[in-house]
């Protein structure tokens, strides 16, 4: 099957710095990205959909200066939390969508668990 | 505002027999469900879908039932199988909405021997 891989995998930063997260699609080219964040015991909440070579889309309430998107190449995308604070701690899933590709062929890296300190 | 549901937290069924999740969706415009598997430090997997002019899809051991008057859905496994232990989410697309999934919090299902 296909796949999408986070780095990092984990990550523990002091507040008031910025963590780069990358995501990339090893084996297919996916023109839409999606990330996501997860609390303990919740669903994954989407933040924004990335598409190559365009700004991202960004869900109501998730703050677009914040939460940085580039998606540069079709098998590339980061996400960087910018002036990070402990409220930011949470696990951060991306997904990776084929061109002309389903629902179900949306495919999902192994997160990174980013702790601010 | 969740618009997925899934209230059970946690489920524990023994091997052999069958697991049912369920999952409530508040959102009349969802036209598609799907269902992940998800194992620890792992991503979500694809698992089942099932799209709204369908009542039930099943592939092997697993079964979609999809009641749109209801705005639930649930996933049967049958039989239960000690590798199917996972968090299973329920996830829910609108055709509208450019490929966006909207998940609930998940399940926790242990297969006991």
């Known amino acids: 099957g296909a796949v999408v891989s986070q780095h990092p995998s984990r990550v523990i930063c002091k507040s008031g710095t910025s963590v780069k997260i990358e995501c990339r699609s090893l084996?297919?080219?996916?023109?839409?990205m999606f990330w996501y964040r997860q609390f303990p015991k919740q669903s994954l909440m989407l933040m924004a959909t990335?598409?190559?070579?365009?700004?991202?889309?960004?869900e109501q309430g998730v703050e677009k200066d914040k939460f940085l998107i580039n998606h540069a190449s079709l098998t590339l995308s980061t996400l960087t939390v910018t002036s990070a604070h402990p409220e930011d701690s949470s696990f951060y899933i991306c997904?990776?969508?084929?061109?002309?590709?389903?629902?179900?062929?949306?495919?999902f890296g192994p997160g990174t668990r980013l702790l601010v300190l | 505002d969740q618009q997925v549901k899934q209230n059970s937290p946690s489920l524990s069924v023994q091997e052999g027999r069958i697991s049912i999740l369920n999952c409530d969706y508040t959102?009349?415009?969802?036209?598609?469900f799907l269902w992940y598997k998800k194992y620890p430090a792992e991503g979500p997997t694809f698992l089942i879908s099932?799209?709204?002019?369908?009542d039930k899809n099943e592939d092997g051991r697993f079964t979609v039932f999809l009641n749109k008057s209801a705005k639930h859905l649930s996933l049967h496994i049958v039989p239960s199988q000690p590798g199917d232990s996972a968090v299973y989410f329920c996830?829910?697309?609108?055709?509208?909405?450019?490929?966006?999934?909207?998940f609930g919090s998940g399940t926790r299902l242990s297969i006991r021997p």
């Open positions: 997904s990776a969508q084929r061109l002309a590709g389903t629902l179900e062929t949306q495919y």
């Open positions: 084996d297919f080219q996916a023109t839409t």
């Open positions: 990335s598409n190559e070579g365009s700004k991202a889309t960004y």
């Open positions: 959102n009349s415009m969802f036209d598609y």
């Open positions: 099932i799209s709204s002019i369908k």
């Open positions: 996830a829910a697309s609108a055709r509208s909405s450019a490929s966006k999934i909207i």
